[in-house]
Antibody
Framework: QVQLVQSGAEVKKPGASVKVSCKASGYTFTNYGITWVRQAPGQGLEWMGRISADKGNTNFAQKLQGRVTMTTDTPTSTAYMELRSLRSDDTAVYYC???????????WGQGTLVTVSS | QSALTQPPSASGSPGQSVTISCTGTNSDVGGYDYVSWYQQHPDKAPKVIIYEVSKRPSGVPDRFSGSRSGNTASLTVSGLQAEDEADYYCSSYASSNNFVFGGGTKLTVL
């Protein structure tokens, strides 16, 4: 069965960076993209960007341009999302999800809580 | 890219129907068939319940249906059940390789 397993919770100071991993299993990794979505406490879903697992092509939300990097490691079927220059309003649960092209996402990771606090 | 507009809350009694709207522009909801809806229970990851405006993934009850008129998409939940109480988010592909979510609607089953 399709599974996406994310790395554990992180606590970071303002200005630091965080890198969240997302290990996929149960499907051919390079046949789908990976989308990253975050959700601040008590808030809605925010699309961060996506990466095609075969070619590594990326697209990011405009507000995160320059602070976010998304990569994949195909031998281990793992996707990574790195966010730099963290601020308090980056505190959120970060989700990876399998992308059906630009259509929709069908399987989600369990979420990774990133807390930014001095 | 601005978020799609959803009502913050909706409610209905068991057995009733409720419709949640999602308003965008002709650069997202009205311009592409890539409108989807997600259900999220507290402290859980979202789950897709509608994709391509009106299609249901396997396993999603046919009580859930989607539609679109112009720049507004709608999710209708018929025969409300207690387990339908959750947050619902619409989403759409947007022009220039972007993707956008709605602000979310909290559905309460009275």
């Amino acid at each position: 069965q399709v599974q996406l397993v994310q790395s554990g919770a992180e606590v970071k100071k303002p200005g630091a960076s965080v890198k969240v991993s997302c290990k996929a299993s149960g499907y051919t990794f390079t046949n789908y993209g990976i989308t990253w979505v975050r959700q601040a406490p008590g808030q809605g879903l925010e699309w961060m960007g996506r990466i095609s697992a075969d070619k590594g092509n990326t697209n990011f939300a405009q507000k995160l341009q320059g602070r976010v990097t998304m990569t994949t490691d195909t031998p281990t079927s793992t996707a990574y999302m790195e966010l730099r220059s963290l601020r308090s309003d980056d505190t959120a649960v970060y989700y990876c999800a399998r992308a059906r092209g630009w259509n929709y996402v069908d399987y989600w990771g369990q979420g990774t809580l990133v807390t930014v606090s001095s | 890219q601005s978020a799609l507009t959803q009502p913050p809350s909706a409610s209905g009694s068991p057995g009733q129907s409720v419709t949640i709207s999602c308003t965008g522009t002709n650069s997202d909801v009205g311009g592409y068939d890539y409108v989807s809806w997600y259900q999220q229970h507290p402290d859980k990851a979202p789950k897709v319940i509608i994709y391509e405006v009106s299609k249901r993934p396997s396993g999603v009850p046919d009580r859930f249906s989607g539609s679109r008129s112009g720049n507004t998409a709608s999710l209708t939940v018929s025969g409300l059940q207690a387990e339908d109480e959750a947050d619902y988010y619409c989403s759409s592909y947007a022009s220039s390789n972007n993707f956008v979510f709605g602000g979310g609607t909290k559905l309460t089953v009275l």
